[in-house]
């Protein structure tokens, strides 16, 4: 089975702290995702990337940044964490190509206070 | 950019009755249209999926429907049970997914 791992399931971090969001998948997919999970708003695209050392804004980037050394692991980078960006993360992986399975992690529920 | 509304945002139903949940998108080049349950504190498992050159695909209880005239596709849950209580997304696809907003679907006993 495909497994995409976050290492933090709960965060609380303070305002202005630097945060790393650490994400794992075993199955040697390409494609890697973060998205953002707000009641209401559904799942949105934060940064995706296609290849080691590759990545892209998807739709709302600002405030994160990613990195890709490692083909099975994808970071999620809050350089300086805010209240508003209290929320749920989600990773994501999927093999090459559009349109196959997206699968996800358990989450990240982070709290900034 | 693609935009995906879900109707409704809530749904309550019988234990053994139907429940359909709908989604409209904006991007006529859309070619690929997922569904999504998410359980209580996990992340969304992929349930079914269709693509643009299908207007029907059936799993066992699970159907889903598109129209690509009307930009609209619906997901069908016949004899529902409690375990089909979670939270169910749409998505629709040209070079990365879009996402509804979500249902919560309760089934009561």
């Known amino acids: 089975d495909v497994k995409v791992t976050q290492s933090s399931r709960y965060l609380v971090k303070r305002t202005g702290e630097k945060v790393f969001l650490e994400c794992v998948q075993d199955?040697?997919?390409?494609?890697m995702f973060w998205y953002r999970q707000d009641p209401g708003l559904g799942l949105r695209l934060i940064y995706f990337?296609?290849?080691?050392?590759?990545?892209e804004k998807g739709d709302i980037p600002e405030g994160y940044s990613v990195s890709r050394e490692k083909k099975e692991r994808f970071s999620l980078i809050l350089e300086s964490a805010s209240t508003n960006q209290t929320s749920m993360y989600l990773c994501?992986?999927?093999?090459?190509?559009?349109?196959?399975?997206?699968?996800f992690g358990e989450g990240s529920w982070l709290t900034v206070v | 950019g693609e935009n995906v509304e879900q109707h409704p945002s809530t749904l309550s139903v019988q234990e053994g009755d139907s429940a359909v949940i709908k989604c409209t998108y904006s991007?006529?080049?859309?070619?690929?249209f997922p569904w999504y349950k998410q359980e209580l504190g996990k992340g969304p498992q992929l349930i079914i999926d269709i693509r643009s050159n299908v207007g029907e695909k059936k799993d066992q209880r699970i159907a889903v429907t598109l129209n690509k005239t009307a930009k609209h596709f619906s997901l069908h849950i016949t004899e529902t049970q409690p375990e089909d209580s979670a939270v169910y997304f749409c998505?629709?696809?040209?070079?990365?997914?879009?996402f509804g907003a979500g249902t919560t679907v309760t089934v009561r006993a």
């Open positions: 994501a992986s999927s093999q090459q190509g559009l349109g196959n399975t997206i699968y």
């Open positions: 998505a629709a696809s040209t070079n990365k997914l879009s």
């Open positions: 991007d006529s080049a859309s070619n690929y």
């Open positions: 990337s296609y290849d080691v050392k590759m990545k």
């Open positions: 199955m040697d997919h390409e494609n």
